[in-house]
């Protein structure tokens, strides 16, 4: 059977030659930009390794990775060079990583130098993100208490900047309660360095919240670089969400880089449920 750099190489040729339209070429070699956070696939990383998963996620046409496999040094117990090397041969690429610590005070040092060695590992690997999924958050939590996270992710995206990697945070739907009166997202939203730490959206989360995603991309278009395409189980599936609007803002706002995730699964099967929110975005004319 003919793979698809055969085809290329020949169809080069053809064209060459005047014998094969130049939009065929054009059209072979486009392909969309879907991207996946590898938390979707997690039972399969425990059942049958990271090598099985990424050729699955590639199968399934995905390009673009998140991680969320990072501990000491390692990348789903890989070095980086050598995860790196193995998405990059199966026409992928890495560019971002969920992981992250709690902060305390009395634990500054010892958690930064946690975050050196993930930052120098993660450099490695050559990801353009780094974002932490979770923050401390209970009925005891004080604006004082959201403040130092703030300090915290300041201190951590100034860190990641020196080795060109953007600093983000991930929001679930608890950011959507209010402490004092503040609404938990926007008082995070308007107390880091904007400079220093992005916000990845979960549009799910968001919704789940209370929230609108198109309403913030809309009116802080600077402070999302990445958006978790999410819904109840497989994208599209659930029809609470209009993601149209959603993809047409975050094209607007430049947002070239989004994962779909996948936390529930129909008949508990995780690769058939990524691979049918790859098919529906695949289909989706507004998805580039």
């Known amino acids: 059977m003919q793979n698809r750099r055969d085809f290329l190489k020949q169809a080069s040729m053809l064209l ?82 969920h992981l992250g610590q709690a902060f305390t005070k009395e634990k500054e040092a010892e958690v930064m130098n946690w975050w050196d060695q993930a930052i120098a590992a993660h450099n490695e690997l050559g990801v353009k993100y780094m974002v932490q999924p979770w923050m401390p958050v209970n009925d005891e939590t004080t604006l004082d208490d959201l403040k130092m996270y703030c ?20 929001n679930h739907a ?15 939203l308007d107390n880091v360095s904007p400079n220093h730490v992005f ?3 979960d549009v799910y989360w968001v919704t789940q919240g209370g929230g609108d995603p198109v309403a913030y991309l809309k009116s802080r278009p600077s402070q999302f670089k990445t958006i978790h395409i999410k819904d109840d189980m497989e994208i599209g599936a659930s029809g609470k969400i209009d993601f149209k609007p959603i993809f047409d803002q975050m094209y607007a706002n430049n947002v070239r880089d989004w994962y779909v995730e996948v936390e529930q ?24």
């Open 151 to 170: 300090d915290y992710f300041n201190t951590v995206g100034y860190k990641t900047a020196a080795a060109s990697i953007a600093f983000g945070y991930h």
């Open 265 to 288: 699964y129909t008949n508990n099967d995780p690769v058939a449920s990524c691979k049918e929110s790859f098919d529906f975005l695949n289909k989706a004319n507004y998805v580039k």
């Open 199 to 201: 916000f990845q959206m």
């Open 174 to 188: 608890f950011e959507f309660r209010k402490i004092e009166d503040k609404l938990i997202y926007d008082f995070l």
């Open 16 to 97: 060459a030659g005047g014998l094969v339209a130049p939009q065929l070429l054009s059209s072979c070699a486009e392909k969309k930009h879907i991207g996946l956070q590898l938390y979707s696939l997690r039972d399969l990383v425990k059942d049958e390794g990271i090598q099985k998963v990424l050729e699955t996620a590639s199968k399934m046409g995905y390009t673009n990775l998140e991680t969320a496999g990072y501990d000491n040094g390692k990348i789903y117990g890989l070095a980086p060079a050598e995860f790196k090397k193995m998405c990059n041969d199966l026409g992928m690429k890495c560019t971002s990583a």
